[in-house]
């Protein structure tokens, strides 16, 4: 099955707005294991449109265009598949009775043109807009391609995909199959390095598939099987999986959609009862904050500083302790910070020891010490290339992800 993503919109081309509606929808698509081989942007020219879409009829199976489907004069989508199918347009009362009564509602006049939201090609199923006026439309065509008409706002596009497309694409081309989908997250390892150390399984994949995406400083893969049972789809999934830790599970960290790794720490400290001290330099509180997000109110946090860059304020906030950026330095503070608070665990991340290079940009190095439940410390040494400001970002994730090596 392969779809074609035709983005509908003259603004679009002239990036006065953003397409998110492609991606998302090539997202859900690729979860039900259909495949979208083009996508294109195309204004709100009607014979451009029709170049377009004869394109696309002769290469894809379904093809699906976004926007145009409004009352305005450029929104002509619907009206140029009708003409390419040679297909006249009729009302969905449904659709016409809700705009009806918001005119009245709302004591305004309605124009004729409004009409054109309410209609939809003859003989195909249109979609009802919850939160909109412009219905969908999925037309099957024996001959061809068949036709999904989505509207262009992503507040009544993505509740139109959730609610009735995706349940509708499953019962049309996926029959009594079982789709199931798994979501594997991986920090430390970029998309170029996962999918060259996964090239022969990504290369061989058919079921489950396998598909990549670059998250900002992570990378998630989604594997997608489809089988007669939920049995043997998640079977496929295990042992998928199971081929693609042996190659790369020191950077998995856990799964979902929605995750990261401060969620995933903080739920281990929860569940394993531990609590944390945490003395912050180059990170400047941003560590601790990251990781409060997901405490869940628990008390995961049993105290701990954020240390001035000025060298007179940090002497005085915490005299015994040498903050130079060196493993020695951190070694001795985490212990001394665990004692001092009595926390399960403790985590010492230095100042930044920096130096400039003859491009006249600076690069450095941070240490972070974790001292565990049974005093063992564990110190790494962190470089970066140059100072810039997700450069803090990257140290507390580095932090998150030493942490979750012990806890996990």
Known sequence: MKAELIAVGTEILLGEITDTNTPFIARELANLGIDVYFQSTVGDNPERLE????????????????GGLGPTEDDLTKQ????FLHRELVIDHTAMAKIERYFSETQRTMTENNRLQAMYLKGAKPLSNRTGFAVGIFDQEIQGPDFLLLPGPPSELEPMMMEQVLPLLKKTYLGDHVLRSRVL????IGESQLTTELADLIATQSNPTIAPYAKQNEVTLRLTAWAQTDAAAQNALDDCENRIQTLVGKFFYGYGEHNSLAQVVATHLIKQQLTIAVVEGYTAGHFSTALDEFSDEKNVFDGGFILATNTEKKQSLISEFNVSASKSSVEKMVSCLKKKTKSDLSMVISHASTEKVSSGEQVGSVWIAISDKNENISAKKYNFSTIRPATKQRIVLNALQQLNDILK
């Open 51 to 66: 170049d377009t879409i004869k394109l696309a009829a002769k290469r894809s199976d379904l093809v699906i265009l976004s």
């Open 80 to 83: 140029t598949v009708a003409s």
């Open 185 to 188: 997250r991986f920090f430390g």
